[in-house]
T-cell receptor, first 113, second 113 residues
Framework: DTAVSQTPKYLVTQMGNDKSIKCEQNLGHDTMYWYKQDSKKFLKIMFSYNNKELIINETVPNRFSPKSPDKAHLNLHINSLELGDSAVYFC????????????FGEGSRLTVL | KQEVTQIPAALSVPEGENLVLNCSFTDSAIYNLQWFRQDPGKGLTSLLLIQSSQREQTSGRLNASLDKSSGRSTLYIAASQPGDSATYLCAVRPLQGAQKLVFGQGTRLTINP
């Protein structure tokens, strides 16, 4: 039973399109995150939600809009996709925002053509 | 600004050897440090979490140490096996801005049979 699951695993799309990635965690955690891993394998935080409230927005273009309908779900919608958005997007969760161990999903590889 | 460095970027050793992976961070004001494993095309799997008050944590053949004052952590892998081949990442949770884990770039480990 997967703890943090995200869909789709692969996404190939044209520039200018809009796409969404969904994430769900069944760990009962309060905090969820979106991380981006670029081609150099650097992992950087994009957003964090604690109990459905946005607590981190790490200077991400406003084409990226996260939504948390409840504390077990955190979705990421991307408008007007650009070539530079190609990356692997990871969802993660932790018990609380400040000190808990992080658990990651398997990633969603986005390729923008 | 917290920075995390992992050296070497890649390491190749014969099966059965004991090995050490290094992680250094620039600011000793941290809550904890976490070691992850990432297999190709997969998400991150949490290996060990060391709180700032701890010196080490052990799980099976893995032992992670933390020297907060010198800004260093090591991950020791005993009796390495081909299945240990993966990229190993360390991440620190700073006291300031604790919601954001800061990742190193990882060490790509190959265990040769």
């Amino acid at each position: 039973d997967t703890a943090v699951s995200q869909t789709p695993k692969y996404l190939v799309t044209q520039m200018g399109n809009d796409k969404s990635i969904k994430c769900e965690q069944n760990l009962g955690h309060d905090t969820m995150y979106w991380y981006k891993q670029d081609s150099k394998k650097f992992l950087k935080i994009m957003f964090s939600y604690n109990n459905k409230e946005l607590i981190i927005n790490e200077t991400v273009p406003n084409r990226f809009s996260p939504k948390s309908p409840d504390k077990a779900h955190l979705n990421l919608h991307i408008n007007s996709l650009e070539l530079g958005d190609s990356a692997v997007y990871f969802c993660a969760s932790s018990q609380n925002p400040a000190a808990g161990e992080l658990f990651f999903g398997e990633g969603s590889r986005l390729t923008v053509l | 600004k917290q920075e995390v460095t992992q050296i070497p970027a890649a390491l190749s050793v014969p099966e059965g050897e004991n090995l050490v992976l290094n992680c250094s961070f620039t600011d000793s004001a941290i809550y904890n440090l976490q070691w992850f494993r990432q297999d190709p095309g997969k998400g991150l799997t949490s290996l060990l979490l060391i709180q700032s008050s701890q010196r080490e944590q052990t799980s099976g053949r893995l032992n992670a140490s933390l020297d907060k004052s010198s800004g260093r952590s090591t991950l020791y892998i005993a009796a390495s096996q081909p299945g240990d081949s993966a990229t190993y990442l360390c991440a620190v949770r700073p006291l300031q801005g604790a919601q954001k884990l800061v990742f190193g770039q990882g060490t790509r480990l190959t265990i040769n049979p």
